[in-house]
């Protein structure tokens, strides 16, 4: 099992970035995909998940309507997007399967920079 995420990502203040998570190794319909950011000094913190089956989408109430999971099956890939970004956003990002009993197995996560 493999989640190989997309490269760093520097913005300015305002725009919007999108990670990518390009899941190997398993079906990758038969596993949610969570989603967790790490801040600077700050421990992990968890955004939400989707379902990759049938796109089904659980948000943390903190990025509710700024944060947007899809999925496209054919490419077995999750993807994030945030939007109006800020300095607070600055974090690594990263992508995780998701098992009845926790996240068994991680991306190595996308460091996004925020910063005019």
């Known amino acids: 099992v493999q989640l190989v995420q997309s490269g760093a990502e520097l913005r300015n203040p305002g725009a919007s970035v999108k990670v990518s998570c390009k899941a190997s190794g398993y079906t990758f319909t038969s596993y949610y995909i969570d989603w967790v950011r790490q801040a600077p000094g700050q421990g992990l913190e968890w955004m939400g998940r989707i379902d990759p089956e049938d796109g089904g989408t659980k948000y943390a109430p903190k990025f509710q309507g700024r944060v947007t999971f899809t999925a496209d099956t054919s490419a077995s890939t999750a993807y994030v997007e945030l939007s109006s970004l800020r300095s607070e956003d600055t974090a690594v990002y990263y992508c995780?399967?998701?098992?009845?009993?926790?996240?068994?197995?991680w991306g190595k996560g996308t460091r996004v920079t925020v910063s005019s």
């Open positions: 995780a399967r998701t098992t009845g009993s926790g996240n068994d197995y």
